[in-house]
């Protein structure tokens, strides 16, 4: 019956991965934000896996559907798919931990107000110390800083870039994922509970 039960919860996962990594495809600007932060869903999956099988799951899930992303369509030599795993790990992990400890839908609204913050946070943090530094090596940071410039006039370096783009987007799409979770959540654990 373990045995069953663990390719039950391996099946899901890689359905689930799989599905981020399309969403992860589908992407839009926000008015307001540089060019290169577009938004997509693909957290979702992860969140939803993270609420239903625990935290483990969906961080699993983000590490898988960012190797895809790597290997099949990467344009930013693998600092995209570090950036989005950072931060959409940061989203799952607490917020999927929150949730396990107990499950109502108070509790979701916690676990998904600190996994937002967590992501916005872990996001300002990743940018400056490690994922701007290294993209930095492939575009210089005056490039960086100009396109979001073009998108707000008060980014004139990398903590500005970090303070007015980056930690609000981050802020943005976490509220959104966590918007659709709630929309969604129920009618799916019905399924990844069977």
């Not at 839009?28 to 992860?46: E, G, H, T």
Request: glycine residues 6%.
């Amino acid at each position: 019956m373990k045995r069953t039960s663990s390719t039950n919860k391996m099946v899901k996962t890689s359905v689930l991965s799989v599905i981020a990594f399309v969403l992860m495809m589908i992407e839009m600007p926000v008015p307001l934000f540089p060019a290169f932060l577009k938004l997509d869903l693909s957290d979702l999956p992860a969140l939803v896996g993270g609420f239903a099988m625990g935290p483990a799951v969906g961080v699993t899930i983000e590490l898988i559907k960012n190797f895809l992303h790597f290997i099949t369509r990467t344009s930013t030599a693998g600092v995209g798919e570090l950036a989005n795993f950072i931060v959409g790990a940061a989203l799952v992990f607490p917020a999927s931990y929150i949730y396990k400890m107990k499950k109502s839908k108070t509790q979701a609204l916690k676990a998904l107000a600190v996994g937002t913050v967590s992501m916005a946070i872990a996001g300002g943090l990743a940018n400056y110390f490690i994922l701007l530094p290294f993209y930095a090596k492939l575009m210089p940071l005056d490039v960086i800083i100009e396109m979001g410039k073009v998108a707000n006039a008060a980014i004139t370096d990398m903590k500005t870039l970090i303070l007015y783009a980056i930690v609000p987007f981050n802020l943005i799409k976490g509220a959104a994922i966590s918007l659709v979770t709630l929309m969604i959540y129920k009618k799916m654990s019905v399924i990844l509970h069977k």
